[in-house]
């Protein structure tokens, strides 16, 4: 095998274990979405025990999770949870 063929080799290989390096952190970030997807799924569910729906819409899911988050907002700054300063982050304007 000559030097150009054994430096292609390389380089194939390093691409080749990138690839699978980052295949491999994509499926990680998959899995932990998934599994949080189905928890605030589960959530919502046990909030809503009306609903019959299979799978909440994410945009729903989302909002209410961000309605919780700010109705408990202030509860929350008054413990020392969170700082006042971070209440303008959960401010944002219903559509």
Known sequence: ????????IDRLTRER????AERDELQRLFDLQWTRSREADAMWKSAH???NVAMVDLG??????MELIRAA???MIRKGIVAAEWQH?????DE
């Not at 030097?3 to 292609?8: H, L, M, P």
């Not at 274990?17 to 699978?20: L, P, R, T, V």
């Open 49 to 51: 025990p009306e609903s």
């Open 1 to 8: 095998m000559g030097v150009i063929e054994k430096a292609k």
């Open 17 to 20: 274990d990138e690839a699978i």
């Open 73 to 75: 907002t202030p509860v």
């Open 89 to 93: 982050l959960l401010a944002w304007k």
């Open 60 to 65: 729903e899911l989302l909002k209410w999770m």
